[in-house]
């Protein structure tokens, strides 16, 4: 069995957003990894492009997250209502804000 190998498929602004585009992923199934986490506590010290979050996934779902990300960035998301607390949630959220309930398919 090979490895798999990984590639950057985008640069966070910061970890609030990778941590949201990588739930986004994995919700589609999709593995992720983020590098550059921990280089946020010398935001002050290095240069913003060095202290970005990147997301990797395999090469094999490359393409599925780089539409995925394609999608996220022209906000193609429509917004929804939670089916079990009914609060408006913002499209390309997977998990009501207020009660953490699943959005339906």
């Not at 798999?4 to 992720?32: C, D, F, P, T």
């Not at 979050?53 to 998301?77: F, H, K, M, P």
Request: negative net charge.
């Amino acid at each position: 069995m090979t490895e798999q190998q990984w590639q950057s498929v985008y640069r966070a602004s910061n970890s609030l957003e990778a941590h949201s585009l990588k739930g986004l992923l994995e919700n589609m199934g999709i593995s992720v990894r983020l590098t550059g986490e921990a280089l946020a506590a010398a935001a002050g010290e290095l240069p913003m492009s060095v202290v970005e979050v990147q997301l990797w996934v395999t090469e094999s779902q490359r393409q599925q997250a780089l539409a995925i990300i394609d999608g996220y960035l022209r906000n193609d998301y429509r917004d929804w209502y939670c089916s079990h607390c009914g609060e408006l949630n913002q499209g390309q959220f997977e998990l009501c804000w207020q009660c953490q309930q699943d959005r339906d398919e």
